[in-house]
């Protein structure tokens, strides 16, 4: 075990170290100092999550701080060149507590670091916590969590309740999975029967649902505060069945389908090189990156088992060309690497297992040939719909066996598909698909603790070239921070798993 591993904060910091001398003790009366642009915003999130996790009311201060105080500075030089985006620096001792950074968001993951280190039992007095210094910055830029709301709808404030868990573990990407067979989630003024009718109902005839426009912009906004991009996938061609149902101008025999309330895949198609569909994609396509502030937007382009490979090929060409030309970056599932007409800076997502199978391998290297880069997801690691074991209620048992927190912590991004990197990889994601999942308990049981594994992955170092990956990442000593972690989870009410392979602590009450 490293010094590192002995700080008890998920994802393991790059420095950490426990220092001699007396703790600091968060009295009453303890103020917030800021210092540098968005350090107000970013300690009005602390104080919140304080005053919920701690019952303690601290004021914001724009004066240095004082004996007692929590500092947030944010400046340039607070943190090395090339971490500045989001590193941070956070001090732990008697005279107070301080977190520098260069900008908000490596402010706002020193205070996600933090709330790990305030005891769960901290609603009395005194509130101490243990002197520490860390230095901190993520390994990937890009550290996802991916929620499926198509085949099981969820409300916006669902989803900030998943967001609010995520954050804690230095996730800064929601990729919500908006449309397929099953419903269709977010309104499109231009084509308003997709949710009139597409998003209806949900997968095994659940009520549906959608968002409006003005909903999506709140969550969008609600998210960023918290340093988290939105990233909408729209899927297509295949997955379908909800937009082909409400429009039968979009089918070749004129003739909507019934709705879908199943689990099978592949079965649905758009028109590829039609006129109709091309003015449907342009509106659809336009609408959500009007809607989306941030670089991505998904367009799937997965299990297309219904179009044919030059169909195929011609419809990703023209929906990928229609995204970059609204000024985002597209993104898609690996078998869009199957295209060498994709726009520069495509973003391709590998989802194949940790030894890859068939042609996935090329097809994710298709995008790198293509100046573009990978999100990878390995199935058989990172999806946390699969079952933590066989004959698990909840979840699917396709992608070669359950998946147990083990198995979502000992990989490697860089490891998996021969000859790409981490110069070629954008970052790591963890999906979530809710075709047995109708609840967000249901979702919070799959997601945690594996997500956890998965954001460490993603933020930590990286194995050297002379290491296992089952040394660098040590499970041994990774169980006891997850086993911390979980104390934090349960004050907060969010739902996890105690999976017999990590020593679960006693529930506190706060």
């Not at 230095?135 to 669902?158: Q, S």
């Not at 391709?348 to 298709?366: C, K, M, N």
């Not at 249901?442 to 992955?457: G, K, N, S």
Request: net charge negative; glycine share 8%.
């Amino acid at each position: 075990m490293s010094a590192n591993d002995d700080v008890p904060v998920i994802p393991r910091p790059v420095e950490a170290e426990r220092l001699d001398g007396a703790p600091f003790t968060l009295a009453p009366g303890a103020r917030v100092s800021v210092a540098g642009a968005g350090a107000a915003d970013v300690a009005e999130l602390l104080v919140a999550e304080l005053a919920s996790d701690c019952r303690r009311d601290l004021s914001i201060v724009h004066e240095p701080p004082a004996y007692g105080d929590i500092a947030i500075v944010i400046a340039p030089d607070e943190t090395p060149e090339p971490h500045r985006a989001e590193g941070y620096s956070l001090a732990v001792t008697a005279e107070g507590v301080r977190i520098g950074a260069a900008s908000a968001a490596g402010a706002f993951w020193g205070v996600q670091t933090l709330r790990q280190l305030v005891p769960v039992e901290c609603a009395s007095d005194p509130l101490t916590i243990a002197p520490v210094s860390i230095h901190d910055h993520p390994r990937f830029g890009y550290r996802g969590a991916m929620l499926d709301v198509a085949r099981h709808f969820f409300t916006p404030d669902e989803v900030k309740r998943f967001i609010d868990a995520i954050v804690l573990l230095k996730v800064n990407h929601l990729h919500l999975h908006l449309t397929d067979d099953q419903g269709w989630r977010i309104h499109i003024e231009s084509w308003p029967n997709l949710t009139a009718h597409g998003a209806s109902t949900g997968s095994d005839g659940s009520a549906g649902g959608f968002y409006t426009q003005d909903e999506f912009r709140d969550l969008v906004a609600y998210a960023a505060a918290r340093q988290v991009t939105i990233v909408p996938e729209l899927d297509m061609p295949g997955h379908t069945n909800a937009a082909l149902a409400s429009y039968p101008e979009l089918n070749a025999s004129g003739i909507a389908p019934l709705l879908y309330t199943g689990s099978k895949v592949g079965f649905s198609t758009l028109l590829s090189d039609d006129e109709t569909t091309k003015r449907f994609l342009a509106d659809v396509i336009g609408e959500v990156a009007a809607l989306t502030p941030g670089p991505y937007l998904h367009i799937g382009g997965d299990e297309c088992l219904s179009t044919s490979p030059a169909d195929f090929l011609t419809f990703i060409a023209h929906a990928a060309a229609l995204v970059a030309a609204t000024g985002k970056t597209p993104a898609g599932w690996h078998e869009m690497g199957t295209s060498d007409q994709l726009p520069e800076g495509t973003v391709g997502q590998y989802w194949d297992f940790v030894v890859p199978r068939g042609s996935s391998a090329d097809e994710t290297l298709s995008f790198v040939r293509q100046g573009g880069a990978v999100i990878m997801s390995p199935a058989d690691v990172a999806y946390l719909d699969i079952v933590y074991e066989d004959g698990d209620r909840l979840g699917q048992d396709w992608a070669d066996g359950p998946t147990t927190v083990r198995g979502a912590y000992v990989w490697d991004p860089a490891r998996i598909v021969p000859g790409l990197g981490d110069a070629h990889i954008l970052g790591v994601e963890a999906p979530v698909w809710t075709e047995t999942l109708a609840t967000i308990d249901d979702v919070e049981e799959m997601v945690f603790p594996r997500l956890a594994a998965v954001a460490e992955v993603g933020w930590s170092t990286a194995p050297t070239d002379t290491e296992s990956v089952e040394t660098a990442r040590d499970f041994d000593a990774f169980a006891p921070r997850l086993a911390a972690l979980g104390q934090h989870w349960a004050a907060a009410g969010t739902n996890f798993r105690r999976v017999p392979e990590v020593p679960w602590r006693e529930s506190v009450t706060v």
